[in-house]
């Protein structure tokens, strides 16, 4: 088996694979026959030559306590019926990570259909990307605010959208920015992400948005899917959850995915969610230097610890580090010592997401801490939980 980059030549056999792999439509997307920035698709070939499995390593960067960190966020991994359980998924992510940090990739991301095969590779549970459906009637009335304008958007808005997402987003953990060529390239064309675009402004200034699809009819089954409702502020907020009920009568369900603890979300009665869909989301280390290194710290953490880390896919991670935490920044640096704490990269995972504690990851058997207290491990997840709004 032999694994690389695919160039123009080989995207008809991947579109071919990825149709048969997830049941796509014979309908190709024009991005699937050209190359695209951003992008960069691996290809593994047995030894007549036939492709056998690919990946995609998308070239994203995400946020993290307020600085943009360089990911390879994963989508698109594929393996033909006749070569599964032969290493090839293995192949192919070992050659990603490799390409991914030589390019300055720190961190990564993927939605798996199926977890242990990346469990096996390193990455593990982080997070959920939640869609809820709520009772359109449920939502609570509002009286509009005499000093903010409702209107709809239009593309010339677009880049007031992105700017409010980013200061939603931008210090949080995890969430896309939405920025570089890649996103250049998909928002080339400058239409509306949708059938509509609401927008909330005060004195001129954008802020909040809401962007949905109609959906079809207007009977008891008729739903308004929103795919993104974001405010800076709670009066914007209860402005556009305003705007949204107001579609009760032919959209007796709202459909979204829920930002926590976002100024929307503290207006929605999600108390009477139901979930319509949960997508699991892994995360892992690319190279845990650049990913310490690069993201923002919470300026009150302060403090060392020292760790053994193993990750059997990226050697360049394992060995014996100590994490030095002050003043909003962070360094890794190996040490010729032994440490009682022996973590794995999945437990890696788990502390830099904010997903799990130590003592957790302990007792999940991704910490070995040879009678130590496991705590001072807690450090390397400081700045709260890790979320995604996109999925890829």
């Known amino acids: ?26 309908e190709r997307a024009p991005s699937t026959t050209v190359e695209v920035p951003g992008m960069t698709r691996w290809g593994a070939f047995d030894d007549t030559g036939r492709l056998v499995g690919k990946a995609v390593d998308l070239h994203h960067d995400q946020w993290w306590s307020g600085r943009a960190v360089p990911a390879a966020d994963i989508a698109g991994v594929a393996v033909a019926p006749e070569a599964r359980g032969r290493g090839v998924a293995r192949a192919l992510l070992t050659a990603l990570l490799a390409g991914a940090r030589d390019r300055g990739a720190a961190v990564s991301a993927l939605y798996p259909t199926i977890a242990a095969p990346y469990r096996a590779c390193g990455w593990e549970a982080a997070g959920v990307l939640r869609t809820v459906n709520l009772a359109t009637a449920a939502l609570p009335r509002h009286r509009p605010a005499s000093h903010l304008t409702v209107r ?49 402004e005060d004195d001129g200034d954008l802020v909040g948005y809401a962007t949905w699809e109609r959906g079809r009819g207007y009977g008891a089954d008729s739903v308004l899917t929103v795919d993104e409702a974001l405010a800076t502020t709670a009066d914007a907020a209860r402005e556009l959850v305003g705007v949204l009920g107001s579609w009760a009568s032919v959209a007796p369900t709202l459909r979204l995915c829920p930002l926590d603890g976002d100024a929307v979300s503290t207006v929605l009665p999600l108390e009477a969610a139901r979930d319509h869909e949960r997508d699991l989301w892994m995360h892992r280390p690319v190279d845990v230097v650049r990913a310490v290194r690069a993201r923002g710290w919470p300026a009150h953490a302060r403090g060392v610890v020292d760790f053994h880390l193993t990750d059997p896919l990226a050697e360049w991670n394992t060995g014996t580090w100590r994490l030095t935490v002050a003043d909003g920044d962070a360094e890794l640096a190996r040490i010729d010592a032994e440490a009682d704490l022996r973590l794995d990269v999945r437990g890696f995972a788990l502390l830099y997401a904010g997903a799990a504690g130590a003592r957790a990851v302990a007792q999940a058997g991704l910490l070995h801490t040879a009678g130590v207290a496991p705590d001072a491990l807690d450090l390397l997840g400081a700045g709260g939980p890790a979320q995604l709004l996109d999925y890829f």
Do not use: C, I
């Open 1 to 26: 088996m032999r694994v690389r980059e695919l160039t123009v030549d080989d995207l008809d056999a991947a579109w071919e694979l990825g149709r048969l792999a997830f049941g796509s439509t014979q």
């Open 152 to 200: 709809a958007g239009t593309p010339a808005d677009l880049a007031a959208v992105a700017d409010l997402y980013e200061r939603v987003a931008r210090h949080r953990n995890g969430m896309l920015t939405r920025q570089g060529t890649l996103f250049d390239f998909f928002t080339a064309d400058a239409k509306l992400p949708g059938d509509g675009l609401t927008l909330v």
